[in-house]
Every structure is written in C-alpha cells, then in structure tokens.
C-alpha cells in the first residue's frame, strides 16, 4: 500500500496562504513537495510503484485513511528561533506552542497506533535548551503517540533544502535509541519520557 506523506499546517488555510513578504505562503511551500515526494518509488512484485501520496493538510482537516508505519507527517507551521517554546507566521498573532500543537494532531483522526514519522519542520526546532522539537514530541507522546519517531531540524531551513533532493537537511532524530548508543549531540526522547543525548542525523531530502 501505498505510504502518506502529510504536510500538516496547523493554522487555518487563509493563513497558511499568507506570503511572509517576498517569500513562498507555507501553502506554496508544502504544495512544492508534491512533485518529488510522489517521484519516490520503491520495487514491490518486481515492479516500480509509487512510495508516496502527497496531501496538505490545515489545523482542523482530519488526515486521511488509516495510520501505517510507513507514513511521515511534516508538521509545516512557520518559523521558528533555537531555544524558543513557539513558532510564528506573519498575520497570525496568536503563536503556536506545543500544547495546542499536540492537542490538534491528536484530534486529526489517527489513533496513538500510530507508528510512523513525525517531523517539526521549522527553522531551529532541533536548537535551544530545550530544542523546541523535543517540547513538541514530549507533547505528543503525552497524548499517547509513544510508538513514533520525532525530528527537529538544525539551523535554518532554506529554499535550497526545500527544492533539492540531493541537499542533505541537518537534522536530529527525536527516537526510541539503545543506551550505548548515546552520543553527545541533541536529544532523544524514550519511552518513559526519559532523555539521552543523541549523536547528530541527518535527514536527506
């Protein structure tokens, strides 16, 4: 079966559609995924089939179908700054935190079976004391999504990361790891809401 990948905005869509100056709306920009993520291809019965369906997603849309494992969802919600508990967009005051982010994602119809990918995709979530990616997976989890993967990202997210597929994006992996395995970069979130600092990922795109 083919896997979903949700570029999630969680703002109303008359937001998302707002330009932030001469820059792409966060519409735009998770619309230009489209193309390459339905490019992905694995091989199943011999044959090259289509890894991905693309779909954009806003704040209250409900997320389609059943939860597998091999399903990814971009939460796409604006900018963010290392070290900051929120993330902001231009003609929104009202920022967004990681409650009221885990709060809409637990109601989008996917239950805490899920097991996949979720990924806090803004500018620095990876960075801070605490990375606010690791706020957001702590959230998350605390709905009951113990079974997934959480990312942040490390500096900012440029243009060039969003177009390229060879660009490799610095990331951290916010994940279930073994003991030994602790490095000295960034953070990983456990079962039990124990953390262990983790190496360093990167997360090609």
């Known amino acids: 079966m083919t896997a979903k990948w949700i570029m999630w905005i969680p703002r109303p869509k008359n937001i998302a559609d707002m330009k932030d100056g001469g820059k792409p709306s966060l519409t735009t920009k998770a619309m230009g995924w489209k193309t390459y993520v339905e490019q992905k291809t694995i091989t199943k019965d011999e044959k090259e ?5 693309h779909y954009l997603k806003y704040v209250d849309d409900p997320f389609p179908g059943e939860p597998g494992e091999d399903d990814v969802v971009y939460i796409f919600s604006g900018h963010g700054v290392a070290g900051r508990q929120n993330v902001t967009w231009p003609g929104d005051q009202n920022p967004l935190d990681a409650p009221f982010i885990a709060t809409k ?18 500018c620095y979530s990876g960075d801070g004391a605490p990375p606010f990616a690791k706020t957001v997976a702590a959230a998350i989890r605390g709905k009951g999504y ?3 993967a959480y990312f942040g990202y490390h500096g900012e997210i440029t243009q060039q990361y969003e177009t390229s597929a060879t660009t490799g994006v610095k990331g951290v992996k916010f994940q279930d790891i073994q003991q030994e395995d602790h490095g000295t970069h960034r953070w990983s979130i456990q079962p039990g809401a124990k953390y262990l600092r983790l190496k360093k990922k990167r997360d090609p795109f």
């Not at 089939?49 to 369906?53: A, G, I, L, S």
């Not at 637990?106 to 990924?119: A, E, L, V």
């Open 146 to 148: 113990t079974n997934c």
């Open 49 to 53: 089939v289509k890894k991905y369906e």
């Open 105 to 122: 994602f637990s109601q989008r119809g996917w239950g805490t079976q899920f097991n996949g990918r979720i990924k806090i995709y803004s």
